[in-house]
């Protein structure tokens, strides 16, 4: 446990130091590291005006929304695997990937329309996405006898359904809106500017410290609804706090960078096969390790065919899937 | 004061009612054992006296105060549930299982303090479960595990202790060892115990009192020996019962229709 805690730490030091220092224009390390230094006051500015406009206004904005975006991600899918005793639970599961694909395809091909700005699909993809997640739970989620199958199972369906209205608006539009949607879909940090961070940061921040704040209670439900309510854990409470964190998080995350896959459901599963069952454990480590994650995955996506781009969902499922194998064929079966 | 007092309690699923206007009080330091066929109610009733189920009607309340003006934790101090299918969460360890017993103690956002950790350590010695501390419970047999889960809700602390068909599945060997300890238990810390349990026999010697569910109603109540005894007790499984002497002891033993049984 604590190697593991050490070690994600490193790794997230390491990340954030490729985040800033590898790209297009060549900037020796030190300078980099020396200017981080000198940001929080121990020595001198190490970089040039134009290295610094580099490193602080194009690559670090980008670097701080993929922490972001690779912690919430991943503290969420571990949340849902928790709550839903379901090991293939991920962020997306109660319908905000769709909810947000639907908003954002409204706002894509409104833009190409002319008829709204480019600032319009982060805010209809968030209001997409919670409204998904919100019509999932008054469906599944609300009544006594509701359990967590009916909650997932309307989820099936509410995702479905605005996926079918999503297609339906695509085979309506242009070959451009089209190609805009899909770009969308498979998630990019490159628009992320300071704004977007000041702006994502808040939710997230909250989000990750009540699912963290959770971990104990999840371990007690790992028992069961009916046997962790007589343990005294208030299990629909927690529940409903749980899902709402997490989503709200992640609807904030989607609307910022779109949809990035299988962070959410890969990261808790590495964590877990590291550090053992026990969701105390397991979310703060995800946190850190699912952020170093996304950054290191988001530096190959920008590096490997520069000055073009691959699809950040591309590499995270390229690089996280063999990953995964290789500790699970090397460690104990997952369990939930 | 009694330490359980169900009060006219009615619980309903659906359209089906499934206990019936049933009141019955528990004694502290008493072994009260529900029994009845299959369908009867058995398991509606306890789970509702540990307040997993709201009756539609009545109320229970645990020493004097009703459950429903409880939260989970509150609850959880007073009354702890061994279930009939308990959920074996792999991965987990015997002694993390046993110490959520612990958590309406210290509560969701508070480690378990050093006197949370004394009442694990003492009640895995009182089982004979310290061998098995580091363990994942997913590898313990089922007697380890119904003795685990035992543990587990004696490690809440509480007065009352419900135990639905907590032999289920065990060797008679096993069998007796689980409901002996139970037994001592309630002798040294004066618990009230409502359980249910399919062993006839089992439920005459190990309860002080039994009390016959049929069809969601009590058809009898009273000390062990008289309700094994009765002759409602056959009419109500619907079949042939001897009572059997055995060394002081009521066995009770089913007889097949229409056979000839000789000395019965």
Redesign the interface.
Known sequence: MGIVAVGTVIALAAAIICGLVIGPTSIPTWRVVGDIFAHVGIGHDTLTSTQSTVVWTLRAPRMVIGLLAGSMLAVAGGSYQGVFRNPLADPYLLGVASGAGLGATFAIIDISHGNVTPTWTPLLAFVGALGAVTVTWLIGGRSMRANTATLILAGVAVASLLTSAQTFLLQQSSAESITLVYLWLLGTLSNAGWSTVWLVMPYVIVCIIICVGAGRALDVMSVGEEESRSLGVPVRRVRFVVIAASSLGTAAIVSAVGLIGFVGIIVPHIVRLLVGTSYRRILPISVVFGAAFLVFADTIARTVIAPSELPLGVVTALVGAPVFVIILSLRRPVAV | MSSVEVKEISVRAGNKTLISEVTLAFEPGTWSTIIGPNGAGKTTLV?TI???RRPSHGSVSILGEALTDM???????R???V?QH??V????SVY??VA??R??HHG??HSASTGDRAVVESVLERLSLVEFRERDV?TLSGGERQRMVLA?ALT?STMVVVLDEPITGLDLRHQMDMLELMKSEVHECGLTVVATLHDLTLAGQFADRLVLLDRGEVVLDGPAPTVIRSDELATRYGMNLRVVDVDGADVVVPVRHGDNVNGA
């Open positions: 789970e540990a307040g997993l939260s989970e934790r509150e609850r959880a101090l009354v702890a549930l279930p308990p959920v969460p792999s991965g987990m993390d299982y959520l017993g958590v309406a969701l956002f997913a587990r809440q």
